[in-house]
């Protein structure tokens, strides 16, 4: 595969714009006189999914482990996620879902169709690498089978549109998000292995013998500390906090906003490991991008309920009661200059891809809503009702006809008429080409009929600004996958610096992203850059 890098002008220019934070007290720290913390074989940095699988496969290889993470708490990113790891004919879906003939190439063909369906083309044509996203699935078997020999219990189900049961996570607790469990699994296990774990401990520079690109001797940490250690394991996340810092033009995508999961801690998706990787000798991908989660409205817009399970306000604009898991958009999607970009049922990551690809041709895109009222099975009703201030914010407009909402958001008016009489025609019972139900990832291929909305008849009516809503990233530095060794910009080795995670992750996808395989990338990664980080420093 042909590897894009970030040449030597992009490293200065990013190594510039974090002159005031991490670069400059890593100076600081070595022109003092640091507190030694400890002494290990490995440090890994970060304790999410992938670094606490590094820390407890390096220490089952026999190295002393030190896991340092920011903040007061383990678990990381992957404690408020789903949970999702896809792992296709494992013993759980044999013996759970003995008609299914799931194989690697049935998950692949499903990637291959969603990924040649992006509108936002990435500028590297070389994403994804197929062969490694092949490599990928086929330790995704490996990987449950050495969870659950550990004794994590695992359940399997499918999850919204990928509607086949391949998807394994550990069974939730009621009251806790579906990741905090398999954390908490993992963290204890961690102990019981004899890791150190040291909380509320920031690292920020890879210590080495002889500057960078040279062998790695431990970690710096935030407060004058340092960590020595043959070899250091990087697992502190992406930087979906902070985007900027590492996506330079946006594909030429005109500026837009972005939210991030409402339980998402400070310090989550900082990049701290990735600029450590950077000042280390290793070298960036040169197309950095976002994962999205879903499209959400530029502010909350409110709902007015009556009855028992109606949805009082909503963070998203989706969700209709009887459509059971598959999350559909209560309106259409429109671009402002009256483009409909395609299906608004689609997989989260497609309808995200539009937002890009509308930003790229420099246009805004909006939900159009209207004010009927939904009834539940239970007799809830619900229907959107925007407040005084959110129709105040720029990006929600009201008019109480099409008309009047076009003029008043600036989308053209036989554009947005034209596209609502074929929204509403398919509502009932009609056709509507980007609602075709013999599309087979719409849904899912043993659904007959598709899932039609209400339609859009009711004033007034209201077109409220998409924004993405980021999960993670894709990027980080270049690694050699088997691994997780760092490479340089002349592909050789870091000696003893691994990373693991979406601090090198960019490989497995293009913009699109696959339901299950985030978690299951950094737990593979985690656990493959553990052991081999224990026989590194074992054959010192």
């Not at 699935?137 to 399997?156: A, E, F, K, N, Y």
């Not at 402002?336 to 895109?365: C, I, K, M, V, W």
């Not at 039609?452 to 077109?463: D, I, K, V």
């Not at 993670?472 to 003893?496: A, D, N």
Request: a neutral charge; hydrophobic letters at 40%.
């Amino acid at each position: 595969m042909k590897k894009r890098f970030l040449g030597s002008a992009g490293i200065l220019a990013l190594l510039m714009l974090v002159s005031g934070g991490i670069i400059s007290c890593a100076t600081d720290r070595r022109a003092a006189a640091p507190m030694v913390l400890g002494r290990a074989d490995v440090v890994v940095v970060g304790a999410g999914s992938a670094g606490l699988m590094a820390a407890i496969a390096a220490r089952e290889g026999g190295a002393s482990v030190i896991l340092i993470e920011r903040r007061h708490v383990t678990g990381g990113a992957a404690a408020i996620s789903g949970d999702n790891r896809g792992a296709p004919g494992s013993a759980l879906q044999r013996q759970y879902h003995p008609e299914l003939n799931d194989t690697a190439e049935t998950w692949m063909e499903l990637k291959r169709l969603r990924t040649s369906m992006s509108l936002s083309r990435p500028s590297n044509p070389a994403l994804p690498d197929w062969e490694a996203v092949r490599w990928l699935i086929d330790q995704s078997v490996p990987l449950i089978d050495w969870l659950m020999d550990r004794g994590l219990d695992m359940q399997i189900h499918n999850f919204a549109r990928d509607q086949q049961n391949r998807f394994h996570n550990a069974r939730h607790v009621p009251g806790q998000p579906a990741g905090m469990g398999h954390q908490n699994f993992l963290h204890d296990l961690a102990v019981a292995r004899g890791v150190t774990i040291l909380l509320n401990t920031r690292g920020i520079a890879v210590q080495q013998d002889a500057g960078s690109r040279s062998r790695v001797t431990g970690v710096y940490t935030e407060g004058g500390g340092v960590i020595y250690a043959n070899a250091v394991i990087l697992a502190t996340g992406g930087f979906a906090q902070d985007p900027g810092r590492f996506i330079r033009d946006w594909d030429n995508a005109a500026p837009f906003t972005y939210i991030l999961p409402a339980p998402a801690p400070a310090g989550t998706w900082a990049g701290d490991g990735i600029a450590m990787a950077i000042m280390s000798g290793g070298v960036l991908w040169d197309d950095q991008w976002v994962n999205t989660l879903n499209l959400n409205p530029i502010v909350p817009i409110s709902r007015n309920t009556t009855g028992e399970g109606a949805i009082s306000t909503s963070a998203g604009i989706h969700t209709i009661a009887g459509v059971g898991s598959f999350d559909f958009v209560s309106g259409m999607y429109l671009m402002s200059n009256g483009e409909r970009p395609g299906n608004e049922n689609n997989h989260y990551s497609l309808t995200s891809d539009y937002l890009f690809y509308a930003r790229q041709q420099g246009y805004r895109l909006f939900a159009i809503i209207d004010s009927s009222v939904h009834t539940y099975p239970n007799g809830a009703t619900s229907y959107f009702a925007p407040t005084a201030t959110q129709l105040a914010t720029n990006g929600v407009y009201q008019g109480a006809t099409l008309q009047a909402l076009a003029e008043a958001a600036g989308i053209p008016a036989n554009r947005l008429n034209h596209w609502v009489s074929i929204f509403n025609n398919f509502a009932d019972g009609g056709d509507d080409p980007l609602m075709h139900p013999s599309d087979p990832h719409q849904i899912t291929p043993t659904l007959t009929q598709p899932i039609r909305p209400r339609g859009l008849r009711t004033g007034p009516f209201f077109a409220i600004e998409l924004v993405p809503n980021l999960m993670g990233t894709f990027g980080g530095v270049i690694t050699e996958k088997e691994t997780g060794r760092v490479l340089t910009s002349t592909g050789q080795f870091i000696p003893g610096l691994y990373a693991a995670g979406e601090v090198s992750n960019r490989q497995f996808w293009d913009r699109i992203y696959n339901t299950g395989t985030a978690l299951l990338q950094s737990s593979v990664s985690g656990k493959l850059s553990g052991m081999h980080a224990a026989e590194f420093v074992s054959q010192r």
